[in-house]
């Protein structure tokens, strides 16, 4: 079962859309999901989503339980403190970890190895045991700080994903952009999606 756990980071940049996204493609791909939320994280759901998180960790795993019908004890949420759940350790955490969306600030402090809080450690957890980590920052412009840290994080093996859409699918909604990014996001991760047709997969449009 170790191979469907991942932990989902969420934090304060703007991009709430994705986060629910992915979380939603994940309980459909039956993955067992450690969600850790910061607080500012909670102040942009409710801006961009209208959506008020509990604050107790066992309420909110309940909330999103129920939000989108995953089976009981499919979602777990952490504390930013809860220095013993499985995502702080190497020998229980999952491999696998996603970042979305992902401020500056959490940016700088993973390429730094600050582990503050639980998002940071466990970020620090996936990189030290060679697992999977894919940080979605959501940023512009990006400073030469912001650049720096990408950089040195990228050539530790993370995976930047910056939530950037593309057009050539002809998105006709703001859900349509939403999925690009998220079915990038689960490319990489080795999950089948079908939100986007990939590349050259597309029904063609031209006329002969």
Known sequence: MTEKRITLAITGASGA????????????????????????????????????????????????????????????????????????????????????????????????????????????????ERGQLILVPREMPLSSIHLENMLKLSQMGVTIMPAAPGFYHQPTTISDLVDFVVARILDHLGLDQSLIARWGYQPSTTKD
Not at 36 to 50: G, M, Q, R
Not at 55 to 60: H, L, S
Request: charged share 20%.
């Open 17 to 128: 859309p994705y986060a629910m996204r992915l979380l939603e493609c994940l309980v459909k791909a039956d993955y067992e999901v450690f969600v850790l939320i910061s607080s500012a994280a909670k102040v942009v759901f409710a801006t961009e989503e209208d959506l008020k998180i509990p604050a107790r960790p066992d309420a909110a795993a309940a909330f999103f339980t129920q939000h989108f019908a995953a089976r009981e004890g499919q979602i777990r949420v952490c504390g930013k403190e809860e220095w013993f759940a499985p995502v702080a350790s190497g020998s229980a955490a999952p491999k696998k970890m996603v970042v979305c969306p992902c401020s500056t600030g959490t940016l700088s402090a993973i390429a730094t190895g600050a582990s503050d809080n639980l998002i940071e450690r466990s970020a620090d957890v996936v990189m030290k």
